[in-house]
């Protein structure tokens, strides 16, 4: 029984570089959420997904960033023309229903980008 | 004003003691609270909610909710080295899509 799976754990991306984030989520959730964590800092949201729709984006910077969640596969998050300060943890969650009072969510061991 | 605030720490409490964390939130319609633990290099896990005023426990952890003073706290008792972590309060934001919105972290460091 397969948790949030996000791939690849570690990432290092020159300056300027496309950065690509996976996150399989639990068997059976349609409900995706990607979060930000700079160092010593809490867990920022950036994007609530379920299959094929961006349902709330409003933490997502405006340029460079994008977010998917298709029909089949997995979510990926999008960093386009990375800088230094994109290097942080990004931790995706999964859950079964969008009710989160109702329905745990669960997190992946997140993707760690470093930008050079 | 920051919707979830939390004490940064770090905080530091002997083995076997009680370790209190607190939190405050902004959005008085609030309703669901959380605490997760996240050690150094991991992901969080969820250890408590609590929806209703009062004091809910499991274990030794009990969770504390005070929704007139927009307030919500964790009670580590008898604690031990393996509770060092990072604790972190969410708290269901429901304008619009529901999503979890966390405070900043509180580093806790039990010492033997």
């Known amino acids: 029984n397969a948790g949030v799976m996000q791939n690849p754990r570690h990432l290092v991306r020159r300056r300027g570089q496309e950065a690509r984030l996976r996150c399989s989520p639990v068997?059976?959730?349609?409900?995706v959420y990607w979060y930000r964590q700079l160092p010593e800092e809490g867990l920022k949201f950036m994007v609530y997904?379920?299959?094929?729709?961006?349902?709330?984006e409003s933490g997502m910077p405006k340029e460079r960033f994008s977010a998917e969640f298709p029909k089949e596969g997995p979510s990926i998050l999008r960093i386009q023309q990375v800088v230094r300060g994109d290097s942080a943890a990004y931790f995706c969650?999964?859950?079964?229903?969008?009710?989160?009072?109702?329905?745990?969510?669960?997190f992946g061991q997140g993707t760690r980008l470093t930008v050079v | 004003q920051k919707e979830v605030e939390q004490n940064s720490g770090p905080l530091s409490v002997p083995e076997g003691a009680i370790a209190s964390l607190n939190c405050t939130y902004s959005?008085?319609?609030?309703?669901?609270f959380f605490w997760y633990r996240q050690y150094s290099g991991k992901s969080p896990e969820l250890i408590m909610s609590?929806?209703?005023?009062g004091d809910k426990e499991d274990g030794r952890f009990t969770a504390q909710l005070n929704k007139a003073s927009q307030y919500v706290s964790l009670l580590i008792r008898d604690s031990q080295p393996s509770d060092s972590a990072t604790y972190l309060c969410?708290?269901?934001?429901?304008?619009?899509?529901?999503?979890?919105?966390f405070g900043q972290g509180t580093r806790l460091t039990i010492n033997p």
């Open positions: 969650a999964s859950s079964y229903s969008g009710t989160l009072r109702s329905t745990e969510a669960f």
């Open positions: 997904l379920q299959k094929e729709n961006i349902i709330d």
């Open positions: 609590i929806y209703s005023n």
């Open positions: 959005d008085r319609v609030s309703q669901s």
């Open positions: 969410a708290v269901i934001k429901i304008q619009g899509a529901q999503k979890l919105v």
């Open positions: 068997k059976g959730h349609s409900h």
